[in-house]
């Protein structure tokens, strides 16, 4: 770790060691966010989240890591804990990344999805008003809905103008579908809490920083049904197609895959938020588009070459039919609805923060795959087996 007196900020002002509440930290987001933390500065992290596997590493006695004083795990639930507001109190800045964001739960669940990204982020923005802390919240790209292009005949080239497509964090509205399209409720929460917090920013001198994710990628994303998730959890596109592809199943492409996606590697993405905290003169007031619009691909094509990669790093064939077609009402439920595209503007990140995303889509494929294939592989081969073995 860089000594703290060496390290300065963006405007070359020194940066001082500071308290951070993360709520969440026991996630895909923030395992990454607090080795970045422990690694490579001298800020101390409260760990906040239910469970904490994927953060035990950093969490164990060892005389190998210097950072042992400075991270503590809060084992609670943010909806039903007086410790809450303590920690917050305690800390410089909190980051809020607790959040129900698998598209299968936006239809089948939309109470529990608009309760945990709306009503239990509530006392969280509270408390950082009350007590002129600093928060960093974690938003999501479905934010933007879909695009005004998708609204156009689909012969029209105006479809092909960045003006019909790009989303912008200060111009792009905010388009979603009916009410009975209960896969918007996630969408809806998510932006309501940002108005919220725009508001007390507005009304109450809250400085705050809204993140906005487009689809981050890399290790110990989501979870691999049946080995580390429940059985019938359907988990996001990149784990559903890893999940295929580890029981050697054809992927499944929710209506064809035409749905366009951009995707960024978590490693670049964690480089971002840090500038984020650690330029709050640079950050605070402002939302921030984070995603990898040069890594912009169809669904179908981000299952073709997922089947390329895995292939590659398993040393195992191809499939002879590597992908099926489902409907969304046969994979999501009734009431599924979806965005055509999401291409995120780069422009205030980069201004402000002289942030890029540097990993092309194969690489971060590749490095995601290799962890996917190392760390599921042998436990999919014995779940598979042991139904036969015990009949």
């Not at 035990?56 to 007086?82: A, C, V, Y």
């Not at 110990?220 to 784990?239: K, N, T, W, Y």
């Not at 064809?256 to 840090?274: C, H, L, N, P, W």
């Amino acid at each position: 770790m860089a000594s703290a007196a060496a390290r300065v900020d963006l405007d070359g002002k020194p940066i001082k060691p500071m308290t951070i509440c993360m709520i969440g930290a026991g996630g895909f987001i923030g395992s990454h966010l607090c080795e970045k933390l422990m690694a490579e500065t001298p800020h101390k992290v409260l760990a906040l989240d239910v469970y904490n596997d994927k953060i035990k590493h950093l969490l164990e006695p060892s005389d190998g890591h210097p950072w042992s004083d400075r991270i503590q795990f809060h084992r609670l639930n943010i909806k039903h804990d007086s410790r809450l507001e303590g920690l917050i109190k305690t800390s410089d800045l909190t980051i809020n990344l607790a959040a129900i964001c698998t598209p299968a739960d936006y239809n089948t669940r939309p109470l529990d999805t608009i309760y945990s990204n709306f009503i239990d982020a509530l006392p969280v923005v509270k408390y950082c008003s009350e007590n002129n802390k600093r928060l960093i919240h974690f938003s999501t790209c479905e934010v933007y809905g879909k695009t005004i292009g998708s609204f156009l005949p689909k012969d029209s080239p105006l479809r092909q103008d960045p003006a019909y497509y790009l989303l912008k964090e200060d111009d792009s509205p905010c388009i979603f579908g009916s009410i009975e399209k209960q896969r918007w409720s996630y969408a809806c929460a998510k932006q309501l809490i940002e108005r919220l917090i725009y508001a007390e920013g507005a009304e109450n001198g809250l400085e705050f920083t809204i993140v906005r994710p487009f689809n981050w990628i890399g290790p110990r994303m989501d979870f691999i049904p049946g080995i580390d998730g429940p059985s019938e959890g359907v988990p996001r596109v990149l784990a559903c197609f890893s999940n295929n592809l580890l029981r050697r199943e054809p992927l499944k492409l929710v209506d064809g895959g035409e749905s366009q996606r951009t995707f960024v590697y978590i490693k670049d993405a964690i480089d971002a938020v840090m500038l984020m905290i650690e330029n709050s003169a640079r950050a605070n007031g402002h939302i921030f588009n984070v995603g990898n619009p040069n890594n912009e691909v169809t669904v179908r094509q981000l299952g073709e070459m997922m089947t390329e990669v895995y292939a590659k790093v398993s040393g195992e064939p191809k499939l002879e039919q590597p992908t099926i077609d489902v409907s969304s009402k046969e994979f999501y439920g009734v009431g599924y609805d979806d965005s055509d595209k999401r291409i995120p503007d780069m422009t205030i990140i980069n201004r402000q923060l002289g942030w890029n995303p540097k990993t092309s889509l194969w690489d971060l494929l590749e490095s995601t795959l290799t962890y996917q294939h190392r760390t599921y592989a042998e436990a999919i081969k014995k779940a598979i087996s042991q139904p036969a073995s015990t009949n």
